[in-house]
């Protein structure tokens, strides 16, 4: 059998109810319209950094329980104690760097919903940028987003084109969801 070339050939022979095929299928390159699920989305991608995106999908149940359902307004209000909590949860990624990029880009977040209305109308404000671009400003803004991480973020939701070949089943379902995809 041919090494696939792509995620989209990679889950296409997975079964239906395996979570790369499920993440694939019914959120990667979707537009995500809450701050508290992008939010979710750049933790995830962050704590994926040097580990398999496999590990992250069959920890993000426990990331979600961890990061108090990815709410922005409580993970910004974190202190020393939610550190020590998530550092000893073996349910999540126990790395301090990225238990602490989580807790200041929340509060970015925040920062960015009082300037914005909301982290989607920031991005919306800087749509469409070039990959380079979006970079200097992610590193600019948040902490442990290099140029992978930022590029998968803006994939993964839709604000950059990318995450599904041409020929992929769902790659019209995204094309249709994505609009801005015509601005890049």
Same mark, same amino acid.
């Given at each position: 059998?041919?090494?696939?070339?792509?995620?989209?050939?990679?889950?296409?022979?997975? $079964?239906?109810?395996?979570?790369?095929?499920?993440?694939?299928?019914?959120?990667?390159?979707?537009?995500? @319209?809450?701050?508290? $699920?992008?939010?979710?989305?750049?933790?995830?991608?962050?704590?994926?950094?040097?580990?398999?995106? &496999?590990?992250?999908?069959?920890?993000?149940?426990?990331?979600?329980?961890?990061?108090?359902?990815?709410?922005?307004? $409580?993970?910004?209000?974190?202190?020393?104690? @939610?550190?020590?909590?998530?550092?000893?949860?073996?349910?999540?990624?126990?790395?301090?760097? #990225?238990?602490?990029?989580?807790?200041?880009?929340?509060?970015?977040?925040?920062?960015?919903?009082?300037?914005?209305?909301?982290?989607?109308?920031?991005?919306?404000?800087?749509?469409?940028?070039?990959?380079?671009?979006?970079?200097?400003?992610?590193? #600019? &803004?948040?902490?442990?987003?290099?140029?992978?991480? &930022?590029?998968?973020?803006?994939?993964?939701?839709?604000?950059?084109?990318?995450?599904?070949?041409?020929?992929?089943?769902?790659?019209?379902?995204?094309?249709?969801?994505?609009? #801005?995809?015509?601005?890049?």
């Amino acid at each position: 059998m041919e090494k696939p070339t792509s995620y989209c050939q990679f889950v296409d022979s997975l $079964e239906e109810d395996n979570a790369h095929r499920i993440y694939h299928d019914q959120h990667y390159g979707f537009p995500i @319209d809450s701050d508290d $699920e992008l939010f979710c989305r750049l933790v995830l991608e962050i704590n994926q950094a040097g580990l398999s995106w &496999t590990t992250i999908l069959n920890k993000q149940d426990n990331f979600r329980m961890a990061y108090s359902n990815f709410s922005i307004q $409580e993970v910004a209000q974190y202190g020393d104690a @939610d550190v020590e909590r998530l550092l000893q949860d073996a349910g999540i990624i126990r790395n301090k760097l #990225k238990v602490h990029a989580a807790i200041y880009n929340a509060n970015q977040i925040c920062a960015l919903q009082e300037s914005f209305g909301s982290f989607q109308h920031w991005l919306a404000h800087h749509h469409p940028l070039p990959l380079q671009d979006w970079v200097k400003l992610f590193k #600019k &803004t948040f902490k442990f987003t290099g140029g992978e991480i &930022t590029n998968e973020f803006l994939m993964s939701t839709g604000y950059l084109p990318g995450a599904h070949m041409a020929t992929c089943s769902i790659y019209p379902k995204v094309l249709k969801a994505c609009p #801005k995809w015509n601005e890049v």
